[in-house]
Antibody, heavy 119, light 107 residues
């Protein structure tokens, strides 16, 4: 059974940093692209970033380029999102999701972790 | 960047009604289109991929169609458990984009 468990969310001041983690199990982690998708309170889904299985390719939505960094540790079956220079508009539930690159869409989602950026 | 536009943004229909949601891409994406259902307070769930292929376990009252720039999600007979927000997403490139969502309620 595919399982994705996020952690690391919380309250942070504007301009601060936070690192999200996602523990994956139930599939061959290193074979899959992985994504972060966020959802602001009461709003729709926004794809944030993804990373290829071997970590060689990374892509970001324009609004987080230069501030967020996606990474992975295939030995630990873990995905990360380092978030710097946080803004109020980054407040959202952040979902870790299993991705497939261009062959198939995101198919499994974690339960999400809430990030609140506020003073 | 390709934009995905859904319509309507919300709808209210009676149990048993046929419901149709549309999704339009600003450029052609072939059939690289997925639909997700997000029930209130829940995690998104993949319903349809490749524009018309039903994910395993999804009820047959859901169907998808379209190619290129115009796509539809149809619920043939709306059920109470279908109350949710539905999102389309393109995946023709590794840059994923979601539509803004369509909220479906029971009248």
């Amino acid at each position: 059974e595919v399982q994705l468990v996020e952690s690391g969310g919380g309250l942070v001041q504007p301009g601060g940093s936070l690192r999200l983690s996602c523990a994956a199990s139930g599939f061959t982690f290193s074979s899959h692209w992985m994504s972060w998708v966020r959802q602001a309170p009461g709003k729709g889904l926004e794809w944030v970033a993804n990373i290829k299985g071997d970590g060689s390719e990374k892509y970001y939505v324009d609004s987080v380029k230069g501030r967020f960094t996606i990474s992975r540790d295939n030995a630990e079956n873990s995905l990360y999102l380092q978030m710097n220079s946080l803004r109020a508009e980054d407040t959202a539930v952040y979902y870790c999701a299993r991705d497939w690159g261009t062959s198939n869409p995101i198919d499994y989602w974690g339960q999400g972790t809430l990030v609140t950026v506020s003073s | 960047d390709i934009q995905m536009t859904q319509s309507p943004s919300s709808l209210s229909a009676s149990v048993g009604d046929r419901v149709t949601i549309t999704c339009r891409a600003s450029q052609g994406i072939s059939n690289y289109l997925a639909w997700y259902q997000q029930r209130p307070g829940k995690v998104p769930k993949l319903l349809i991929y490749a524009a018309s292929t039903l994910q395993s376990g999804v009820p047959s009252r859901f169907s998808g169609s379209g190619s290129g720039t115009d796509f539809t999600l149809t619920i043939s007979s709306l059920q109470p458990e279908d109350v949710a927000t539905y999102y389309c997403q393109k995946y023709n490139t590794v840059l994923r984009t979601f539509g803004q969502g369509t909220k479906v309620e029971i009248k």
